[in-house]
């Protein structure tokens, strides 16, 4: 631990840590755009310029190490001024279009323009102008609105594990791009709206629907990566419009895979059953609330009367929430059924009375990046669960050894130390053959012989 001070509060920091991160722990603003606390530092947007006693000019805080005894203003005069000038430079080329840009209100550039940008520009050159990209059906891409901070780029290399976007040219010329004019691909894709701090990259699906003082926000968990992710649901007029996630180190850190974040389009399809329907002479009637439930209070109770519990069933879907589930239990219980089960994708219960009652991973989510080795079964972790995949991905950037028995030879976005692949029907063999494998490398006998 070193002892620096920071606007006169004094502060103990570990050692090695930066500028920036001792100012946010100890809830010091200091504007920045290119530093995110989950990505690689860059340095280049020199947003976040600080003055560190004895030092002439001002350094930025995002790379700049705390030393022990270091006095730090970042409200001097030579600091603002730093961050004065960097905003104006920044502004030179930024196209002030807030009124029509989907960022405004939201806008990282156009926040900290409020506190370090001027009234007046000595600038009266063109703007630059960027052709904007086509990157799919998710993600919007006005890059004439690019400030280059390289957020995207870094959550491509870093995080996502795919190089899908990358800076091609220099200076004035510099453009943010994938280079071949491909589609983002990455199933966190979406993650880069989230980290763009101006209008370049904004979400497709929900453009120009509100703005962000217009829609209400509540908090939820996300219903289709299996993992509980975070989420933020924003709702306009009373309709889901945008799901951002909510940070949660536990589960899903800042992240959100694109699946939970633009799923909330099927919300408002018009296929979507919305209101009870009722059959009526063998065709289906929309009916309101109360009859729909009177209809079904009749009908269980006729069979309870004529045939008793026993014979009732409910199937719950596992997507359903534990306050739901248990009130579904405490009803069929209390008209004398058991009968309830949520295992709606299985078809054979020979072995169910040798299966967990309540499976889970049998660590946390947290653990998967801390393993030394993990071995996949049957399953694409970066599609089937990418925020698991993020952190299997994390274990083996830390050094830890991958391997996969898969049906199929997926292409991950880690690299695997051992793979075997076989046909669907050859997997049991294949894992038992692990099995005898590893009974015999560490001396254990075996239950059952294979
Ligand atoms: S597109 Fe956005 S996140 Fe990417 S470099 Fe430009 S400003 Fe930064
Ligand atoms: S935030 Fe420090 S240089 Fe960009």
Redesign the pocket.
């Known amino acids: 631990m070193v002892n620096i001070e920071i606007d006169g509060k004094q502060l103990e920091v570990t050692e090695g840590a930066m500028v ?1 991160e001792a100012a946010d722990d100890a809830d010091i603003y200091i ?5 995110h606390k989950k990505l690689s ?9 600080i003055d560190v006693e004895k030092v002439g000019k001002a350094l ?4 700049t190490p705390v030393t022990d005894g270091m006095k730090i203003s970042t409200r001097s005069e030579k600091a603002i001024e730093a961050q004065k000038s960097v905003m104006e430079f920044l502004l030179i080329n930024h196209p002030l279009d807030c009124p029509i840009c989907d960022q405004g209100g939201e806008c990282e550039l156009q926040d900290i323009a409020m506190g370090y940008g001027g009234d007046v520009s000595i600038y009266s050159e063109q703007k630059r102008v960027v052709e904007n990209k086509d990157f799919g059906p998710l993600i919007s891409g006005d890059m004439t609105r690019c400030i280059h ?1 390289t957020r995207c780029v870094r959550f491509g290399e870093e995080v996502a594990g795919i190089k899908e976007l990358g800076a091609t040219g220099r200076g004035e010329h510099m453009e943010i791009g994938t280079y071949v004019q491909l589609s983002l691909n990455s199933e966190m894709s979406g993650n880069v709206i989230d980290l763009c701090p101006v209008g370049a990259l904004t979400a497709k699906p929900s453009r120009f629907t509100a703005r962000a003082w217009e829609m209400v926000q509540h908090e939820s968990i996300a219903p289709h990566d299996c993992m509980g992710s975070n989420i933020l649901l924003h709702t306009f007029r009373n309709q889901v419009v945008r799901v951002v996630p909510k940070e949660n180190e536990e589960i899903n850190e800042t992240w959100l895979a694109d699946r939970d974040r633009f799923s909330y389009e099927g919300l408002n399809s018009d296929e979507r059953l919305t209101v009870p329907m009722v059959k009526t002479d063998g065709q289906w009637q929309e009916v309101d609330w109360d009859t729909a439930l009177q209809k079904a209070v009749g009908g269980i109770s006729k069979l309870l009367s004529e045939q008793g519990g026993e014979q009732l069933g409910a199937i719950a879907s596992p997507n359903m929430t534990i306050e739901e589930l248990f009130l579904l239990q405490k009803m069929m219980r209390s008209v004398g059924s058991g009968n309830i089960d949520h295992r709606i994708g299985q078809i054979d219960f020979t072995d169910q009375d040798d299966e967990p009652v309540f499976p889970w991973l049998g660590q946390s989510i947290v653990d998967l990046e801390n393993n030394d080795a993990v071995l996949l079964v049957g399953c694409n972790a970066r599609h089937d669960q990418p925020i698991a995949g993020h952190r299997i991905r994390k274990a083996e950037l830390a050094g830890a050894r991958i391997m996969a028995v898969n049906p199929v030879d997926y292409d991950f976005n880690f690299s695997l130390a051992a793979k075997k692949i076989a046909s669907p029907a050859k997997l049991l063999q294949e894992l038992g053959g692990i099995l005898k494998a590893l009974a015999a490398t560490s001396n254990v006998t075996l239950p059952l012989s294979t």
Request: proline share 10%; net charge positive.
């Open positions: 920036i504007p920045r755009f290119c530093y530092i860059a340095a280049n947007c020199r947003m976040c310029l930025p805080a995002c790379a901070c």
